[in-house]
């Protein structure tokens, strides 16, 4: 009997995988591995809350080190992915103080990324993420931060855990983004 | 359905329901109230069409805007960190216990102890006449030749069989397993390997015995140690670590009572260690956790029913070993890969093209329902895609049913029970969220223009019947005359979806 599975959306994977498939490789070689395949979503992160492009690799090596360690002592990470994010999210806040904020780069036009289409369609694909950029501008640093977690594929109680706040309050700020975005959509 | 009139959802719970970040009682009321509710199926569609914007811009916009990584990313410091978290009462232990092994064996490892070396001076020790090993695994052992002619697996005894199925994976060689050769072999096929030789106590004017002992960390097997006899340097034992078991070999003395083939010991091995159905439901829950999507799989036991086989087709050799790594840790599991066979053609025949222009009409009408081209791209992708989700958990939920019936489940530990629970759960919630999902989008999409034509086929029935035609139609391969049957079985295969799965969803939480 052939079985198919096409979870496509990976949503409802057994709480542990992660770690269970973790533990079978040598601890070494599987945080280089995640190294590998996960800095640069922590440096991007991490430069979207205000460090620097010189810091941003430090930090980025310094949440790495961190898990290393943590996995070193056996103790069990769910998600890997969201444990990160968690401690880069520390690290970067730890870093600027009383100063920081979730901001997000100034958009870079030229550097925008267009699906292949004609010219038209081009010029309103460019038109609408223009609308999407102008709607979050007008959003809060948290509002802004849940939807950049959100986007990277946490959950919302991972996202909790990252920013230190409540489920409920996830729910809440991605709500108002939402209804913002969408009123820009629509409006 | 509940007839009860249900008030409106929150934006909240709204958007916990499309996000299914909802738990499963309350996204059945939810569900339920948007089946029921154009303006808050409306709501929802809002809510998802802004979601999808931010999630464009995010990875056209935003992340393309940041300064480019570093050219060379620095490397982590991993060593440095051992280091560090060694406690200085450890290092003053090793340090001790490393001088205790020195004075014990008078450790000194020759310059000429090197491991490609011995290898070669290994390989050319004669094999003795009718050398035979005693093989041992868990409470088991039995004697075989050193040498064996292709042995035929499934004349082995079972245990005897299922050694030689890890070496057979492990890709060592079964036939001669006590040789430097087979070792030198394996040992190249390795990309990391940690080798270590050690020199073995012996005897004041007698020469030196050697120990080698490699290590990897992938694959099933993870380390041999053979030792060398001091004389002609030819393997006398092994020890071979797989990731399940471990098993030794050594060399046996010659006994004239035995017959030549292989002569069982102890085969309370006879006493065989067949697979179980809960076997198979690791397997089913493993390769579920290591979301082993887009795979063709065969699941079943074998003849024998000693394994369960796991039968992959077309998969790329990285996937293939992720799979692999999944299964690793289960016993009695047997991974096997197959060339895909070529797709079938289920492309309709060309009297349902599109010869009278009714699709090009038609896709007109859907763009214009839809906001615009790209907005009905956007929903026949993220239709296409639920109807192909739906149509997998609704066979992943057969499967589980065909193989763990009542019957078979009833002789389950709890914890499996458990996972068999876990895992109807998972496919039916999914199930249930892709239903909707389907539901919300075609109401918008496909308001009926004629009467629904009621649907009475099963679950694994209905989502075949809905994925085909929906291919179809989204594709435009219909006729001007074929619209109007295929618009209404649609529309009511969809309702029909959406109660089975609910129906299924609420049997499950029960």
């Known amino acids: 009997m052939v079985f198919s599975f096409i979870d496509r959306r990976r949503r409802f994977r057994l709480a542990t995988d992660t770690f269970a498939i973790l533990e079978r490789m040598t601890l070494d070689e599987e945080v280089e591995r995640l190294y590998e395949d996960t800095r640069a979503a922590i440096r991007a992160y991490l430069l979207c809350l205000g460090i620097s492009t010189s810091q941003a690799p430090e930090l980025t090596q310094e949440t790495f080190l961190r898990l290393y360690q943590t996995m070193r002592k056996g103790e069990t990470i769910e998600n890997v992915r969201a444990w990160l994010f968690r401690v880069a999210h520390n690290l970067g806040v730890a870093a600027r103080a009383k100063e920081w904020h979730f901001s997000g780069p100034e958009p870079d036009w030229e550097r925008m990324k267009l699906p292949a289409g004609s010219p038209e369609q081009m010029l309103i694909e460019r038109e609408r993420l223009a609308n999407v950029q102008a709607a979050i501008l007008q959003l809060s640093p948290q509002q802004k931060n849940c939807l950049y977690l959100r986007a990277e594929g946490l959950r919302y109680r991972e996202i909790a855990g990252v920013l230190g706040i409540s489920i409920s309050a996830v729910g809440e700020f991605l709500r108002r983004a939402v209804e913002k975005l969408g009123e820009r959509d629509h409006g | 359905?509940?007839?009860?009139?249900?008030?409106?959802?929150?934006?909240?719970?709204?958007?916990?329901?499309?996000?299914?970040?909802?738990?499963?009682?309350?996204?059945?009321?939810?569900?339920?109230?948007?089946?029921?509710?154009?303006?808050?199926?409306?709501?929802?569609?809002?809510?998802?069409?802004?979601?999808?914007?931010?999630?464009?811009?995010?990875?056209?916009?935003?992340?393309?805007?940041?300064?480019?990584?570093?050219?060379?990313?620095?490397?982590?410091?991993?060593?440095?960190?051992?280091?560090?978290?060694?406690?200085?009462?450890?290092?003053?232990?090793?340090?001790?216990?490393?001088?205790?092994?020195?004075?014990?064996?008078?450790?000194?490892?020759?310059?000429?102890?090197?491991?490609?070396?011995?290898?070669?001076?290994?390989?050319?020790?004669?094999?003795?006449?009718?050398?035979?090993?005693?093989?041992t695994v868990?409470?088991?052992?039995?004697?075989?030749?050193?040498?064996?002619?292709?042995?035929?697996?499934?004349?082995?005894?079972?245990a005897i069989r299922h050694v030689h199925a890890l070496f057979v994976q492990a890709s060592y060689n079964w036939n001669n397993p006590l040789s430097a050769r087979s070792f030198a072999v394996w040992r190249a096929s390795l990309?990391?390997?940690?080798?270590?030789?050690?020199?073995?106590?012996?005897?004041?004017?007698?020469?030196?015995?050697?120990?080698?002992?490699?290590?990897?960390?992938?694959?099933?097997?993870?380390?041999?140690?053979?030792?060398?006899?001091?004389?002609?340097?030819?393997?006398?034992?092994?020890?071979?670590?797989?990731?399940?078991?471990?098993?030794?070999?050594?060399?046996?003395?010659?006994?004239?009572?035995?017959?030549?083939?292989?002569?069982?010991?102890?085969?309370?091995?006879?006493?065989?260690?067949?697979?179980?159905?809960?076997?198979?439901?690791?397997?089913?829950?493993?390769?579920?956790?290591?979301?082993?999507?887009?795979?063709?799989?065969d699941v079943d036991l074998d003849s024998a029913k000693t394994h369960v086989v796991v039968t992959v087709r077309s998969v790329p050799e990285t996937r293939l070993n992720q799979i692999r790594a999944a299964l690793l840790a289960l016993p009695r599991v047997s991974l096997r890969s197959q060339p895909g066979s070529a797709p079938r053609n289920e492309s309709q025949s060309t009297s349902n093209t599109d010869t009278d222009g009714a699709a090009v009409a038609f896709r007109r009408e859907l763009e214009a329902r839809a906001g615009g081209p790209l907005q009905l791209q956007e929903i026949i992708d993220r239709d296409l895609e639920a109807s192909s989700a739906a149509l997998t958990q609704a066979h992943a939920l057969e499967v589980l049913a065909h193989k763990f019936p009542p019957t078979v489940t009833r002789e389950f530990s709890e914890e499996s029970r458990t996972t068999l629970n876990q895992l109807q759960h998972i496919h039916g919630r999914a199930l249930f969220q892709e239903a909707h999902l389907l539901k919300t989008d075609l109401a918008a999409l496909l308001p009926p223009t004629e009467t629904p034509v009621l649907a009475d086929s099963d679950l694994g029935e209905t989502t075949r019947t809905l994925d085909r035609l929906l291919n179809r139609l989204l594709a435009g391969t219909f006729s001007q005359s074929e619209l109007p049957p295929m618009r209404a079985q649609i529309n009511g295969l969809v309702t029909h979806l959406n109660e089975l799965s609910a129906l299924t969803s609420g049997r499950l939480e029960r």
């Open chain 2, 1 to 135: 359905m509940d007839s009860k009139p249900l008030a409106h959802p929150g934006e909240t719970d709204l958007l916990l329901f499309m996000e299914q970040e909802m738990d499963v009682a309350n996204s059945e009321i939810v569900a339920r109230h948007l089946n029921a509710c154009q303006l808050c199926a409306n709501r929802v569609q809002r809510m998802r069409a802004a979601v999808a914007s931010y999630a464009s811009y995010h990875e056209r916009v935003l992340k393309p805007s940041l300064p480019a990584d570093p050219a060379a990313w620095p490397r982590l410091p991993l060593a440095i960190q051992k280091k560090r978290s060694y406690a200085p009462w450890l290092l003053a232990a090793a340090a001790a216990l490393f001088l205790i092994a020195i004075a014990l064996t008078r450790f000194a490892l020759p310059h000429d102890a090197n491991m490609t070396e011995l290898l070669a001076q290994s390989e050319t020790a004669a094999e003795p006449t009718g050398r035979q090993l005693a093989v």
């Open chain 2, 138 to 158: 868990n409470e088991h052992n039995w004697i075989r030749p050193a040498i064996l002619a292709e042995p035929e697996l499934s004349a082995e005894p079972p």
């Open chain 2, 191 to 297: 990309t990391t390997k940690t080798d270590r030789v050690t020199v073995l106590p012996s005897r004041p004017g007698q020469r030196r015995s050697y120990r080698l002992h490699t290590t990897t960390a992938t694959g099933m097997l993870r380390s041999v140690a053979l030792t060398l006899n001091p004389e002609d340097l030819r393997p006398v034992s092994g020890d071979f670590r797989f990731v399940t078991e471990q098993v030794r070999l050594a060399e046996s003395e010659p006994r004239a009572d035995l017959p030549p083939k292989l002569v069982p010991q102890d085969l309370s091995a006879a006493k065989e260690i067949l697979a179980t159905p809960e076997d198979e439901l690791r397997v089913f829950a493993a390769l579920n956790a290591a979301a082993a999507d887009d795979e063709d799989l």
